[in-house]
């Protein structure tokens, strides 16, 4: 499989209805600029949400494989050193390179989704959940995630979701269950899903404020115990 999982720019446009490298919706804006990084049959796949503005500012600039978790890198680094599942031969910039055979590295919406706030775009705060109550960005949603996630790569035997909110976890879950019908829930953080085991993580942004709670904290911290499950379940499923 190579639509979508060939490392580069995407060349898709199917949310849009002309040739506009930026779409309104109401008070959003969808950015044209989808992209894959890595393995061109990635054993794992971690998907964030979308773009922030790191991601779109350091786009801009023209160095496509300095894209991809542009300022939050280590802390991506950090998760998978937590999940152990850092290779220790290389870092994490070689992860979304050609080059990589293991990993890939995507978004769920491949695209880059802004909000519209005091004559700002922002791609933070409330972003992320109001996306999934909007009925425009949801089928966004729903678009991407059927085209690119609807039939993983037959190498795929791991998806890391990076995100940890109550909210997200049950939106994506949902998304996810409606695209695969052997979805199977196996614990608060994880399913079995399009023949992978599916785990959520915390977010590696740098305005996630639970980032260190999620890596640190025990099982009396809700964060903690979703870090807990993670590892128990990579560590009874994923080896």
């Not at 980032?211 to 128990?232: C, E, H, M, Y």
Request: charged residues 20%; proline residues 3%; glycine residues 8%.
């Amino acid at each position: 499989m190579t639509n979508g999982y060939s490392h580069g720019p995407i060349s898709c446009r199917d949310c849009y209805a002309g040739e506009e490298a930026v779409m309104a919706l109401g008070d959003w804006r969808l950015h044209n600029n989808p992209g894959y990084y890595g393995s061109n049959s990635p054993q794992i796949l971690v998907l964030g949400f979308s773009k922030g503005a790191n991601q779109n500012k350091t786009a801009a600039e023209g160095d496509f494989d300095k894209v991809a978790f542009a300022k939050a890198r280590h802390r991506l680094q950090e998760v998978l050193e937590t999940l152990k599942l850092m290779p220790s031969d290389r870092n994490i910039d070689y992860l979304m390179t050609a080059k990589e055979k293991s990993f890939g590295v995507a978004s769920l919406v491949r695209c880059s989704f802004c909000k519209m706030k005091g004559g700002t775009c922002k791609t933070s705060g409330d972003v992320i959940p109001s996306s999934f109550t909007n009925q425009s960005t949801l089928k966004v949603i729903e678009n991407c995630s059927s085209k690119y996630l609807g039939s993983l790569p037959s190498s795929t035997r791991l998806v890391i979701l990076l995100g940890t909110s109550e909210t997200y976890i049950k939106k994506t879950k949902a998304l996810i269950q409606r695209l695969h019908k052997d979805f199977k829930a196996i614990n608060h953080v994880s399913f079995s899903a399009g023949g992978a085991l599916w785990v959520y993580a915390t977010h590696p942004s740098p305005g996630n404020g639970y980032f260190k709670a999620w890596v640190k904290n025990g099982s009396d911290d809700q964060s903690g115990q979703k870090r807990i499950l993670a590892q128990q379940v990579l560590s009874k499923y994923y080896s």
